[in-house]
């Protein structure tokens, strides 16, 4: 770091700005973390210099022996870890991972199935906006009206009636486990391929602490940055049958070389969720969500579905009468970090929003437990109800930072 404040003290003062702005501040972004030194270390390595398109193995450049162990390590690990026949730990993201797995079993115009984004999906599960919306036929399923839950005989009815190529499950604000064994039926009885997005709870699969797609899917896409806390990027996992599919699809259909220091990185944080600590992190992360979810009920703030299963919840603000826009900015005043979201059938925009969405992961790696967050949703509650609090609700987020410091823990 002394190298770059001399070269570079721009981007040095911003690196240490950032490192101060996440410091002072509750940050519950359900889809952020903070990764461990080690995975920093590896992630700010020389790896980033060397050109590896290809394989292990299968290069098309020298001197890659190196970093064909890293390659080989991180599939080996995320193998192990998720008990999946193959691994490609290339994708340099989660949308890109969906890309690649779109692009590996579909053809430009083809059906797809696929949660609504405003009921929870991802802009990757065929938003308008999104390559998705734009290549294929999307159909969208949501969730019910009455139970906020995703409805199976909605998606069975939608999957017989429009006869996708593929089904993908999965969500980005969903605070319920899916059912992926019922998902693989509706799959088997239209004959589609069955894709499950886990970005979000793939850290929780990884520790144990809820059930597993991988059983159930022919191909799992999933983030390393969210709950299982490891580098910015993506991974696939997917059946013997697939690989040479889905391995073609990342290079070189879609990526060139793959960012090494990234992979490198990433075995590092699969090594690290094979650890007993973190099976009890991902256990916490759950238990704190709901703890916060609890705790925001009892001041008014409904968790849509009536609560979480998982790392995340969605709040319903109506109640308040403040705009999830607003508690955003309210919250952020007092030293909160979270995102306004839209609720299932929500009458307000995307810009304004009726909810906000609220995620455990990183209150959880800085040590937090569920008492800690008991008083969280007590503070978020204040922050959104009484701005005119902002100054004490900051004083009272500081002295819990003061015992929680984010990025001094090895776990
Ligand atoms: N899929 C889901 C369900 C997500 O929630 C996200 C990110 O929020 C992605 C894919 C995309 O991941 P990335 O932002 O790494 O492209």
Redesign the pocket.
């Known amino acids: 770091f002394g190298q770059l404040r001399e070269r570079d003290p721009e981007i040095a003062q911003i690196l240490l700005d950032e490192v101060e702005r996440v410091r002072g501040g509750i940050q519950l972004i359900a ?1 952020e973390n903070f990764t461990s030194p080690a995975v920093l270390a590896a992630l700010g390595s020389t790896l980033t210099d060397k050109y590896a398109e290809g394989y292990p193995g299968r290069r098309y450049y020298g001197g890659c022996e190196v970093v064909d162990r890293a390659e080989r390590l991180a599939v080996e690990r995320a193998r192990e870890l998720f008990g999946a026949q193959h691994a490609n730990v290339q994708p ?7 890309l690649a797995a779109y692009a590996a079993l579909l053809q430009p115009g083809d059906t797809m199935l696929a949660m609504a984004l405003p009921h929870g ?5 065929g938003s308008k906006v999104n390559f998705s919306g734009r290549w294929f036929d999307v159909v969208s399923y949501g969730v019910r009206r009455d139970t906020e839950l995703v409805d199976y005989d909605e998606v069975r009815d939608l999957a017989l009636r429009h006869q996708p190529k593929l089904i993908v499950c ?4 969903y605070p319920r486990l899916l059912d992926y064994m019922a998902f693989r039926g509706i799959a088997d009885e239209v004959g589609a391929w069955l894709l499950a ?4 709870p793939i850290g929780l699969m990884a520790g144990g602490a809820i059930p597993s797609a991988v059983p159930y899917a022919d191909v799992v ?1 999933f ?1 390393t ?2 709950t299982l806390r490891g580098p ?3 991974g696939i996992l997917c059946t013997e049958e697939l690989a040479g599919r889905i391995d073609r699809a990342v290079f070189p259909f879609i990526q060139g070389g793959p960012l090494m220091n990234a992979v490198a990185a990433k075995a590092v944080a699969f090594g690290e969720a094979m650890r007993p600590e973190f099976a009890e992190y991902a256990r916490r992360t759950i238990a704190n969500a709901r703890a916060l979810t609890d705790a925001l009920a009892v001041e008014g703030m409904r968790a849509v579905s009536g609560g979480t299963d998982t790392h995340l919840a969605l709040i319903d603000l109506r109640a308040t009468g403040v705009s999830g826009a607003e508690a955003e900015r309210r919250c952020a005043a007092a030293g909160i970090t979270l995102n306004r979201n839209v609720i299932p059938y929500d009458p307000e925009p995307a810009a304004t929003t009726s909810g906000i969405r609220v995620g455990t992961p990183c209150v959880t790696t800085q040590g937090m437990g569920p008492e800690d967050l008991k008083e969280v949703g007590a503070l978020v509650n204040r922050a959104v109800r009484h701005p005119e609090s902002t100054g004490e609700v900051r004083e009272a987020v500081a002295a819990l930072l003061a015992i929680h410091r984010p990025y001094l823990s090895e776990s």
Do not use: E, I, W
């Open positions: 889809s340099h993201s989660g949308a890109s991972a969906n999906g991802h802009l990757t599960h999965g969500a980005t604000a997005d886990v970005a979000h896409t983030t940055h969210k910015r990027g993506g």
